[in-house]
Every structure is written in structure tokens, then in C-alpha cells.
């Protein structure tokens, strides 16, 4: 048991991570003891993770960050930092170290501020004389101002702090960004490490596991969610059933309002979920009195909590709808490999019958039109695209073929 054991299908990371952690642990060793700094160090301060949604970015950066924190006496007798019990490890996973600060966000950008605050957290020591970590899942959120701030941090570091950045691809981070960091390419797990991690770790039945990772193609948050939510299955079935809903104009308008409605209650669940509870824990902060009432003065900080929750609502609305759109091209994926008779087993099992009909009745030119229509989709979204205009194109072109 380690830190690197929820890794998955990443060897290659895991090793060039440990040998960087190991190193860590004696430039620390080094500088408590006024021994002489080691020459030659795998270790820098600014990594950059990057790799295909699922891989398991920011499972590789935590930990990296927990392996930075260890305090093993295992260690200190060449053993490789990254037990997974001690308080620096436990601490770190859990999200309670004070040297650890992991930043992910649930809103469309990461602004100028929040990273300004990030910026000024670097510069502290680290409490308990190791490392000061930040880690920051969503770098390709970041506005371009935001980019400019992290920048002047990352060309500068202070002594023993440690950036560790995620991003989908090199070209999501600001060219001047990257070039200064440390890279690691993170690859998609194969199905089998999927469903033996979601055995191993969280107890799920081996059928359930295997049809989940089978379906999610190497995907471990949303295949451990697929295989734990009835909720996201049932979602996922009613978008694999839209192929056959685009026979007619009428059809096609009636299935793109459905999922932009399903993505609609899925960010209304979130809302009711969260929205509530965030709102009475910041009224019971700033004083509230009987009846709700506000002190005087407060009136600026509720509104900026309700901006945040509508910017979080129209987040969660997008990732809801792109999630189907990534089923939807799973679905097309498989009809494809059907055409070509190639030997790729098939993601969407369940619906195998639809699959081999739509195979058999279009050629493979349409059906690579018809993928290409969703990312053309997919893209529009990203524009700012009125989220049911671009769906409608889509399911539209769906029907045309």
C-alpha cells in the first residue's frame, strides 16, 4: 500500500514521480543537517500533468504531493517516500495537511484574484519544514490575466515551494507557462486496471466494475460513478437511445430539448445539494439574526456568493451536456468499428442491437459525419454557443447523416 496505488495503468509516471519524491527527501535532508546540496536532483518546482480526461492528472499530483510530505522512517533507510500511512501522507490525501493547498474549481474560469492568492500563499515557509505544495487541477481554466499573475510565480519560485499544474494538453497552458515546468504525459488506463481499481478500492462487484470501465473506455471518475449512481446510468441510457430518435425534424428538436432538460435538472440537483447549505453556513458566519436578517454591510458578500452559484449552475449544466455528447460519440465509435470490422471490443454493450442496426443501414462516411457533428457541437458550446441552438444543429445533422 502506497500513495501511487490509485495510479492506474501509470507506471512510467509513477517511477519518474517516486525517483523525483526520493530526491526531494534528500535536498530536505540535506539543507536540515547543512550537508552539501546533492549535484544532480530529479527534482524541480514547477510539473505540469497533462493526459486525456480520466487518466488521472490530479490523482498523479496529490500523489506527488502526499510522497513530498512523507515523514516514513522507512525513507531514511532508502525506501521510497510515499508510504501511504504516515501524518505527512495521511494528512495530504485526506486534505488536511497545512503545506498542501489543492485548488480545483467548480466554475467556468479561475480569475486574476483567487490566483493572486494563490501567488502570495507561495511565498510563506512551509509549516512543517518540507515543501509548500499547491496543486492545481483546472490550469486550463485559468483566464489569461490569471496566466500572467501564476507566471511571474512559477519564473520566481520561493525555496521549497512546489507547483504541480493539470491540464488536458501542453496547448490548454500559456506557452510561457509550460516551457517552465516540468512535463509528465499521462496515458488513458485500460479497462481491466479500471475495473480491478474499483474492485480494490471501493468494493464494487466485479460485473458491475467491469461493465462500468468497459463503458467509460478507461475513464476511472466516471466509471466508479456510473458503476455507484442509478441516476447517471439511467442518464446515460436515455442518451444512448437518441440515434434512434432522429428519423424526423420533429424527433430531433424533441431529443435535443430532452438532454439539454436532463443537464438542466442535473445542475438543479447540484444547486439543491450545495446552494442551500453554503448560503446558511455564510448567513450563520456574518452574523445573521432571527428570522434570517443580515447585519448591516453584509449585502456585498451574500450577492457574491450568489454569482458564484449561478456561475457554478452554468458549469455544471455545460460538463452535464458534454458528458452525454461523449456518450453519444462512444455510441457512433462503436457503430464505426462495426463498419470497418475491426476487432475493438465494443463500448456500449447494452445497446448492441441498435448499435449493429444503425451499422448495418449507413455507411462508415456517414456515420464519421455524424461524430464530426458532435464535436462541431462540443466546440460551439465552448464559443458560448446558446447551449440548445448547438444542440439542435447537431441532432439535426444526426438525422442527415
Known amino acids: 500500500m502506497s500513495v501511487w496505488d490509485d495510479l492506474v495503468g501509470q507506471e512510467k509516471v509513477s517511477a519518474q514521480l517516486a525517483a523525483a519524491a526520493r530526491d526531494a527527501d534528500a535536498l530536505v535532508t540535506a539543507a536540515a543537517s547543512d550537508a552539501p546540496l546533492p549535484e544532480a536532483s530529479k527534482m524541480t518546482h514547477a510539473w505540469l500533468f497533462t493526459g486525456p480526461p480520466g487518466s488521472g492528472r490530479s490523482t498523479a499530483a496529490r500523489a506527488f504531493a502526499a510522497a513530498l510530505q512523507c515523514v516514513s522512517p522507512d525513507r531514511a533507510l532508502g525506501g521510497v517516500p510515499g508510504c501511504g500511512f504516515c501524518d505527512g501522507c495521511h494528512t495530504a490525501l485526506v486534505g488536511t495537511h497545512a503545506d498542501v493547498e489543492v485548488v480545483r474549481t467548480d466554475l467556468l474560469s479561475i480569475g486574476v484574484k483567487e490566483t493572486r492568492d494563490l501567488v502570495r500563499r507561495c511565498q510563506l515557509s512551509p509549516a512543517g519544514g518540507r ?8 490550469a486550463d481554466r485559468l483566464t489569461e490575466g490569471a496566466g500572467n499573475v501564476l507566471l511571474k510565480a512559477v519564473e520566481e519560485p520561493a525555496p521549497r515551494t512546489v507547483w504541480l499544474l493539470c491540464a488536458p494538453s501542453l496547448e490548454d497552458v500559456l506557452p510561457t507557462i509550460r516551457s517552465r515546468c516540468r512535463h509528465l504525459t499521462l496515458r488513458t488506463p485500460s479497462v481491466d486496471a479500471v475495473a480491478d481499481v474499483l474492485v480494490r478500492r471501493d468494493g464494487i462487484e466485479p460485473d458491475v466494475a467491469a461493465a462500468a470501465a468497459r463503458a467509460t473506455q478507461g475513464h476511472i471518475g466516471r466509471a466508479r460513478r456510473l458503476a455507484t449512481d442509478e441516476r447517471a446510468r439511467e442518464r446515460r441510457a436515455a442518451v444512448l437511445k437518441v440515434p434512434l430518435r432522429v428519423g424526423d425534424i420533429g424527433g430531433c428538436l424533441k431529443a435535443a430539448q430532452e438532454l439539454i ?28 439574526g432571527q428570522g434570517g436578517r443580515m447585519p448591516r454591510g453584509t449585502a456585498g458578500v451574500m450577492k457574491e456568493l450568489e454569482d ?33 470490422g475491426s476487432r475493438v471490443a465494443l ?18 462516411e456517414s456515420t464519421l459525419r455524424r461524430i464530426e457533428a458532435i464535436v462541431a457541437c462540443r466546440e460551439a458550446l465552448d464559443s458560448n454557443v446558446a447551449p ?3 444542440v439542435e444543429a447537431m441532432t439535426v445533422a444526426l438525422r442527415a447523416g
Open 308 to 340: 458564484r452559484q449561478k456561475r457554478r449552475k452554468t458549469r455544471t449544466q455545460r460538463d452535464s451536456l458534454d458528458l452525454a455528447l461523449v456518450d453519444l460519440t462512444g455510441f457512433y465509435r462503436d457503430v464505426l468499428a462495426l463498419q470497418l
Open 347 to 364: 463500448a456500449n454493450t447494452e445497446v448492441q442491437d441498435a448499435v449493429e442496426r444503425i451499422a448495418r443501414s449507413t455507411s462508415p
Open 261 to 288: 432538460d436532463a443537464a438542466a435538472e442535473d445542475a438543479r440537483q447540484v444547486a439543491e445539494e450545495v446552494d442551500a447549505k453554503e448560503t446558511e453556513d455564510l448567513k450563520a458566519a456574518l452574523g445573521a
Open 131 to 138: 515543501w509548500q505544495v499547491i496543486v492545481l487541477e483546472d
Open 388 to 390: 440548445l441552438l448547438a
